[in-house]
C-alpha cells in the first residue's frame, strides 16, 4: 500500500512563489508515475502535471512556463514549484501515483490528502 504525503502548502500574493513537497512510502517510487492535482470549489479535480518514470513531464496549458514538476526516487519525493502564481491557482492540491503512465485521473491509483494553495490579488 503506496502511502502519499503533501506538504508546504500555503498562502501567497499573486506573482509569488510556491514549493509543494510529497513523500511517498509503501513501495519504491521508481515504479510509479506521479502527477499533482489540483481542485477548486465547484470543479472537477484538474491534473496539472505529470512526471513518467523516465522524468518525462507534461503540463496543462495553464500552468506551462509557470510550475515544475519534479521527482527524486532515492528520496521517495516528488515537488512541484510553483511561480508566478495567480488567484486562479487557489485550490487544494494533491499528489498522485499511478502504475500505468497515461495523463489523466483514471489512471491514479493513490492519492494524498491534499495541501491547500491560497493566491490573493
Known amino acids: 500500500q503506496v502511502h502519499l504525503k503533501e506538504s508546504g502548502g500555503g498562502s501567497v500574493q499573486a506573482g509569488g512563489s510556491v514549493r509543494l513537497s510529497c513523500t511517498h512510502s509503501?513501495?519504491?517510487?521508481?515504479?510509479?508515475?506521479m502527477s499533482w492535482f489540483r481542485r477548486t470549489p465547484g470543479k472537477r479535480r484538474e491534473e496539472v502535471a505529470f512526471?513518467?518514470?523516465?522524468?518525462?513531464?507534461t503540463y496543462v496549458d495553464s500552468v506551462k512556463g509557470r510550475f515544475t514538476i519534479s521527482r527524486d526516487n532515492a528520496e521517495s519525493s516528488l515537488a512541484l514549484q510553483m511561480n508566478g502564481l495567480r488567484p486562479e491557482d487557489t485550490a487544494v492540491y494533491y499528489c498522485?501515483?499511478?502504475?500505468?503512465?497515461?495523463?489523466?485521473?483514471?489512471?491514479?491509483?493513490?492519492w494524498g490528502q491534499g495541501t491547500r494553495v491560497s493566491v490573493s490579488e
Open positions: 498522485a501515483a499511478g502504475r500505468v503512465c497515461l495523463f489523466g485521473e483514471d489512471y491514479v491509483n493513490y
Open positions: 512526471i513518467d518514470r523516465a522524468g518525462q513531464t
Open positions: 509503501g513501495a519504491p517510487m521508481s515504479d510509479y508515475c
